[in-house]
């Protein structure tokens, strides 16, 4: 979470694996109002703290901008512009791969950020040769990534530092399940009136477009999160030099060696997909950040990398699928992925039954694939596919005699089902039950048609 204001290499400290502070360097007791836990690190231009936020039960990542001389005039202005960028993103940035920023203080004495805070570290760890990841772990976190990315730059926002340092990483039970953008101290405000700090960033990850000052579009940070890909499975970064000059003449000119053959699993496609994201010019490089996404995953798709690890279905496979899918149409990606997260994905045989008549409901499934039939009293009256919600009918009614089922739902081929209960459900966001409302209004109108069809012209329906 380190910032990095000048033009030469940056040195990355990530907040997890900080030097211990020297001795005497107490820890103050609080950070506004904020009891202070533990250090987590520093950065070139602040110091990150653990901190409790007691008034929301939470713990917070806090940023305070470290003490400036008074007569050291440059120092302070680009320490004035870092943190003002993120300030100006208090509140701003809602996506569940992206750091939240809670809040701004200025005070007399003291400058910091209040963050959300992230508990598994940084991908730096996982940059050596030693410490390397699955190679469809790394996929997926680009994925992930990518879209996040895409998110920042649909709010007008270009990153400009995106490395392994600044991408935290999410544990359950020691393995990584999720990343999170972090540091937002380099960003280019495309919105801003303000005067902004050009060629900042970190030389290794920086597109050459970035480093020679040209105007700058979401593609410098594609090359950024490409040459982040490449050192993660490579364990080495595509270019290196120990000369600031020589490195500089690497990004401009050289040829990124081939990832075919550096580790059991690469093959051409995954290669490719990396490489073409490191092309040295943007109009090279995939057009915008979903070209770039669903590159990674069709690697998935079509098993051009390893499962390894990892047989179940991954994170990046649910949200495509939940993107084809007309009941969530309307849906935002934001909101899909709090679908992907918190809905119960389930699969059932063919002839299991999700209903039986006389069953009290509360649960109710979409159909993400395969398909079932509703029977009445014996006789088949509907058949669903993919796409369709079953059950939200006694899952909507406002009383538990009206939670009845009136019908057997059996799944007549095998069958993948998105499902939530009502506690579920309330721990969406507001607008994404909103629109689960939206979805469910089309399906009761839809089947009201049918039904007003069927009554009105009984030979032309099943």
């Known amino acids: 979470m380190a910032h990095h204001p000048t ?14 502070l020297p001795v005497g360097n107490a820890l103050p007791e609080k950070i506004g109002k904020y009891p202070v836990l533990r250090k987590l690190g520093e950065g070139a231009t602040s110091d990150v703290y653990l901190c409790r936020d007691e008034f929301h039960g939470r ?5 305070r901008v470290r003490h400036v001389a008074g007569d050291d005039e440059a120092a302070l202005r680009y320490s004035d512009r870092f943190f003002a960028a993120e300030a100006a993103l208090v509140g701003r940035l809602q996506h569940p791969n992206v750091v939240k920023i809670h809040d701004a203080v200025l005070e007399p004495s003291s400058r910091y950020l209040v963050m959300e805070y992230v508990s598994g570290g940084t991908l730096r760890p996982y940059c050596r040769a030693d410490q390397l ?69 970190s030389l290794a990850y920086m597109s050459p477009e970035q480093l020679d000052g040209s105007t700058l579009d979401c593609r410098a940070d594609m090359y950024s999160l490409g040459a982040v890909l490449y050192h993660l499975v490579a364990g080495r970064p595509a270019f290196d030099a120990q000369i600031q000059s020589a490195l500089m003449h690497q990004i401009y000119h050289a040829t990124p060696a081939s990832l075919v053959g550096l580790r059991d699993g690469v093959g051409p496609a995954l290669d490719a997909v990396i490489q073409r994201a490191l092309a040295k010019s943007p109009q090279d490089r995939y057009a915008d950040w979903d070209e770039f996404a669903q590159a990674l995953s069709g690697l998935i798709a079509r098993q051009e990398v390893p499962r390894g690890q990892w047989q179940g279905v991954l994170d990046s496979e649910r949200f495509n699928l939940l993107r084809k899918l007309e009941f969530f149409a309307s849906f935002g990606d934001v909101e899909l992925w709090e679908v992907v997260h918190r809905a119960k994905w389930r699969r059932f045989p063919v002839g299991h039954a999700l209903y039986r008549k006389g069953d009290q409901g ?26 369709t919600s079953v059950g939200e009918m006694a899952y909507l009614a406002p009383s538990p005699d009206l939670r009845t089922h009136a019908a057997d739902v059996l799944i007549t081929e095998i069958a993948t089902t998105i499902s939530f209960v009502p506690e579920t459900l309330a721990q969406l966001s507001v607008g994404c039950q909103h629109l689960f409302d939206e979805a469910f209004i089309r399906v009761l109108v839809r089947r009201l048609h049918v039904a007003h069809e069927r009554l009105a012209h009984p030979r032309r329906i099943l």
């Open 59 to 63: 713990d917070v990542a806090i940023k």
């Open 362 to 387: 509360r649960a109710f499934h979409i159909i993400a694939h395969g398909a079932v039939e509703v029977f009445r009293g014996g006789e088949k009256v509907a058949a669903l596919g993919a796409g």
């Open 7 to 20: 033009d030469s290499p940056a040195v990355d400290i990530p907040i997890d694996t900080a030097p211990e």
């Open 133 to 201: 990841l699955p190679l469809e772990q790394i996929v997926e976190i680009g994925f992930k990534c990518a879209m996040a990315l895409g998110y920042v730059y649909r709010q007008g926002l270009i990153h400009r530092d995106v490395k392994p340092a600044n991408l935290l990483t999410v544990l359950n039970n020691g393995v990584i399940t999720d990343v999170k953008i972090s540091d937002f101290g380099s960003v280019l405000n495309l919105d801003s009136e303000v005067t902004q700090v050009y060629r900042v960033g």
